[in-house]
């Protein structure tokens, strides 16, 4: 994110630089910034209070560089691509969950345009998914930790508090705010191992988390099984955690050929994998039995018991 945001305000100065002198605009840029961060008023959206702050200090007027701020976003803003990753997990989960029926939102701070902040989406792999609430500074009159923007998630979801939860990695600027004001909360971390907060774990173990505790019902899902194939299936398995360890090369994924109608626990044993670490399983996403008949393609994720909450 420090590379992204460096290359981000070399850019967009570059951009203006025919306009505004690159300092006077970095500096309005920031104080702009500054008072979204910093906006708690309900009758203001932070576009509004940006623009309030920004044009009172750039010296240059709306007419003069708002054509220019759509025209960066559109064809400059792109450019900055190398300085994001996609991660496949974070669309594996984003799919579970939209599949269970939940309600999904990108919390993201909401200090950027929507064009930018879908730009972003596009680049984690992700535009293709229906989200229900993109909190983009167009709309939304508070950033995060402040209580005043959870409470706008949850509003504009119409979700209950108790109902929501907050998935972040920042524990101050994602979970602290969220946690008071009553919502559900899960710092992710980069790989297993202790966290400060609990509960805790990586994208995969996230998965895992919410699967065990089923869909909006409180039940755990299973699909059943998928279609079959008239001899012999290709399904791919997919270790988390500690139990990559078990795969050829630790390599945490393993394509494997199985008969016609195989199980789930036909594939762990194929794969030598010891059934009593296994904790949960899911299939394209759904928590799955170990008999649940698999189908070709399928997409089997194997968890090992969460640590440290």
């Known amino acids: 994110m420090r590379s992204f945001l460096s290359e981000y305000f070399r850019a967009i100065t570059a951009h203006v630089a025919g306009v505004v002198a690159p300092d006077r605009f970095l500096q309005a840029l920031l104080l702009g910034t500054d008072e979204m961060l910093a906006n708690r008023d309900s009758g203001r959206t932070n576009q509004q209070v940006f623009r309030d702050a920004f044009f009172a200090r750039v010296g240059s007027t709306e007419a003069e560089l708002l ?20 991660l496949p997990e974070a669309r594996m989960l984003v799919v579970a969950v939209q599949e269970m029926g939940l309600r999904t939102a990108v919390a993201t701070n909401p200090v950027f345009p929507r064009m930018a902040i879908e730009e972003r989406i596009r680049w984690a792999g992700l535009a293709d998914l229906p989200f229900d609430l993109i909190t983009s500074y167009e709309v939304m009159h508070a950033c995060k930790p402040h209580r005043e923007y959870f409470r706008e998630v949850a509003r504009r979801l119409d979700c209950r508090m108790e109902d929501c939860l907050m998935v972040g990695n920042d524990v101050v600027v994602d979970l602290e705010g969220a946690r008071a004001v009553g919502m559900q909360t899960f710092h992710v971390v980069p790989s297993p191992g202790p966290s400060r907060w609990s509960p805790s774990g990586t994208l995969q173990e996230l998965l895992a988390w919410i699967l ?68 949960l399983v899911a299939v394209n996403g759904a928590r799955a039995l170990p008999e649940r008949p698999l189908a070709d393609g399928d997409e089997i994720l194997i968890f090992a018991p969460i640590g440290g909450g």
């Open 67 to 86: 054509p220019m701020f759509e025209d960066f976003y559109r064809a400059r803003f792109p450019d900055l691509r190398p300085h994001a990753r996609a």
């Open 212 to 279: 065990a505790r089923g869909g909006p019902s409180g039940e755990a899902h299973d699909h059943g099984p998928g279609r079959p194939s008239a001899d012999a299936i290709q399904v791919k398995l997919h270790a988390c955690s500690t139990l990559a360890r078990h795969l050829p090369d630790r390599a945490g994924e393993l394509a494997l050929t199985l008969p016609s109608g195989a199980s789930v626990r036909e594939a762990l044993t194929r794969a030598g994998m010891p059934e009593d670490e296994v904790w």
